[in-house]
């Protein structure tokens, strides 16, 4: 990205993420891009995991009630990336951004070198179809100004790369520049150097996997609406296969009430561990993820399990899964005959092969690209 990143004797440079949170995707990234660079800097709005990122220093944001409510903070967030105070000098910056991030000027050092690590534009401002909170009264309001500023400031990189295909033609879309793709890193070795994660769970939890059926359908994500883990109830319905859910959220309520009135068993993990959630991908006969995702990390991790997957159509979790050739696609969960043809690619896979092929998005390959 910058033939002074990732060379022997790295320059000093300054990392950027919008907030830092205990977990995600993106904060995942920022983790491997500072242990790729461990002589960089890391600055973001707000730190809410400063036992992840000890080092992390903050803006102004940070100390204001504003802080608990992003879209209340959405319109100051573009000018607070501009001013950006120094604790030395620069000789890059690298913006991990989902939304503004690479809006980001060291205030001493304007003519820094930056680049992005998109993981994509703004969708409150950009895709408000499949982004609801991009639909609300007062976003709606400042759309259009925003996104004037947003590809204005998008056209100040000196590189950008995308998290996936779908994210590089949403950057041109939106921003009208092109980006090269490197894939988030997946902690794949780690994943595929147990046998069988069942040995390391707790007590509990081994009890808990012995009362599942034989074989199930895994839906696992957070408990949000845009996740559609209703439909992997769906999916199970068409099948004839018990589902299990895994994870917590505001939308459990919901889902538990769809999972009652529901033709198969389906059975909740309330925050399953990272033991429990590799076991549960093994045993899975497939993990059900539809929602439309920029990439979507789940389907590699229940892919180096060996477990095949079950994605939409649209979104970058497709990519993963046709690279590997670890699943099918399905479009309407709705459709039995559908449903059946997906099922009968399921079986016929090899899953030994699929989890052989996800070393294409460890984390030592994405060190070597960053």
């Known amino acids: 990205m910058h033939p002074g990143i990732g060379t022997e004797g790295t320059l000093p440079g300054l990392v950027v993420h919008e907030w830092l949170a205990r977990t995600g995707g993106s904060e995942n990234v920022v983790q491997a891009i500072m242990e790729a660079l461990p002589e960089s800097d890391l600055w973001a709005l707000w730190n809410d995991a400063p036992e992840r990122f000890p080092s992390a220093r903050e803006s102004w944001l940070s100390r204001v009630p504003l802080r608990k409510s992003r879209v209340a903070a959405l319109p100051l967030m573009p000018s607070v990336w501009r001013h950006i105070p120094a604790t030395r000098k620069y000789d890059w910056v690298l913006a991990s951004s989902h939304l503004f991030a690479h809006h980001a000027r060291v205030e001493s ?20 179809e499949i982004d609801a909170r991009g639909q609300s009264l007062p976003v709606r309001a400042i759309a ?19 998290n996936s295909e779908y994210v590089r033609q949403r950057i041109r879309d939106s921003w009208g520049i092109d980006a090269r793709v490197i894939y988030p890193p997946v902690d794949v070795a780690r994943i595929t150097s147990v046998e069988d994660w069942r040995t390391r769970l707790s007590e509990t939890e081994a009890a808990a996997i012995a009362k599942l059926p034989s074989q199930f359908l895994l839906g696992a994500s957070r408990f949000v609406e845009y996740k559609r883990l209703d439909d992997a109830i769906r999916v199970g319905q068409s099948m004839g296969l018990p589902v299990v859910l895994a994870g917590s959220g505001p939308d459990g309520g919901r889902l538990r009430s769809i999972a009652e009135k529901s033709s198969v068993p389906v059975t909740f993990i309330e925050r399953p561990s990272d033991e429990m959630l590799y076991s549960l991908y093994q045993l899975a006969f497939a993990f059900v993820f539809l929602p439309i995702e920029d990439f979507g990390i789940m389907p590699v991790e229940a892919m180096a399990c060996g477990t095949p997957v079950i994605v939409s159509p649209k979104g970058g979790a497709r990519e993963s899964v046709t690279l590997c050739g670890g ?27 699929i989890s052989g092929r996800t070393a294409a998005f460890s984390r030592e390959r994405f060190a070597g690209e960053v």
């Open 109 to 128: 050092q304007p003519r820094a070198p930056k680049l992005s690590y998109v993981h994509t534009p703004a969708r409150y401002i950009w895709a408000p």
């Open 144 to 162: 259009p100004a925003i996104r004037k500023l947003d590809k204005a400031r998008a056209s100040e990189l000196q590189s950008a790369a995308a």
């Open 327 to 353: 699943g099918a696609t399905l479009s309407d969960p709705s459709n039995p005959e559908l449903v059946q043809a997906v099922a009968g690619v399921i079986e016929g896979l090899d899953r030994a092969s």
